[in-house]
T-cell receptor, first 112, second 115 residues
Framework: QKEVEQDPGPLSVPEGAIVSLNCTYSNSAFQYFMWYRQYSRKGPELLMYTYSSGNKEDGRFTAQVDKSSKYISLFIRDSQPSDSATYLCAMRGNQAGTALIFGKGTTLSVSS | DAGVTQSPTHLIKTRGQHVTLRCSPISGHKSVSWYQQVLGQGPQFIFQYYEKEERGRGNFPDRFSARQFPNYSSELNVNALLLGDSALYLC??????????????FGPGTRLTVL
């Protein structure tokens, strides 16, 4: 079993739809949870950052962490064609020098 | 403020050759990490450096090495290149090594093709 599982998609939605992206993980030591957006042939761009369990909202984006279920989600409201990208979940533990562990990424396409 | 910069943008090498990739972190950031991203996969951790010392290493062979300079820039070296080393190599910088503010910001990457 991989440490982080993420459905690669692709996921296609119409403009204005609500998008739900998810990751599951197996390592209970993970404390920090991130979502990155990566456009084709570019580096990942940090979208959301959450520590431990709970929700965090930033504009059209909401990140949720459920540590009891080892499940994290990213919701995108009122999706736009510019949201078309690959979304990577990433997580790490609390200790110094621990690496970010990434999911495979989910490719999202928003059509106008 | 400039973000993380990496050079070169693209690189084509043949099997058995050696390559050096370079990274300049965001001003004020003291930690640099290197990741390898194969097409269709998420980035995989190679190294983390903080204050010129190696603080973490991923599951990569000894052909991979890195160092960090006094100005916090970094180099990743790969010897005896294999076809499987073809990937996007990403550098990420962060302000501190661990804790709530240790968010990593990525550069655009160097795309390495090994023929």
């Amino acid at each position: 079993q991989k440490e982080v599982e993420q459905d690669p998609g692709p996921l296609s939605v119409p403009e204005g739809a609500i998008v739900s992206l998810n990751c599951t993980y197996s390592n209970s030591a993970f404390q920090y949870f991130m979502w990155y957006r990566q456009y084709s042939r570019k580096g990942p761009e940090l979208l959301m950052y959450t520590y431990s369990s709970g929700n965090k909202e930033d504009g059209r984006f909401t990140a949720q962490v459920d540590k009891s279920s080892k499940y994290i989600s990213l919701f995108i409201r009122d999706s736009q064609p510019s949201d078309s990208a690959t979304y990577l979940c990433a997580m790490r533990g609390n200790q110094a020098g621990t690496a970010l562990i990434f999911g495979k990424g989910t490719t999202l396409s928003v059509s106008s | 403020d400039a973000g993380v910069t990496q050079s070169p943008t693209h690189l084509i090498k043949t099997r058995g050759q050696h390559v050096t990739l370079r990274c300049s972190p965001i001003s004020g950031h003291k930690s640099v990490s290197w990741y390898q991203q194969v097409l269709g996969q998420g980035p995989q951790f190679i190294f983390q450096y903080y204050e010129k010392e190696e603080r973490g290493r991923g599951n990569f062979p000894d052909r991979f090495s890195a160092r960090q300079f006094p100005n916090y820039s970094s180099e990743l070296n790969v010897n005896a290149l294999l076809l499987g080393d073809s990937a996007l190599y990403l550098c990420a910088s962060s302000f501190v090594l661990a804790g709530a503010v240790d968010t990593q910001y990525f550069g655009p990457g160097t795309r390495l093709t090994v023929l």
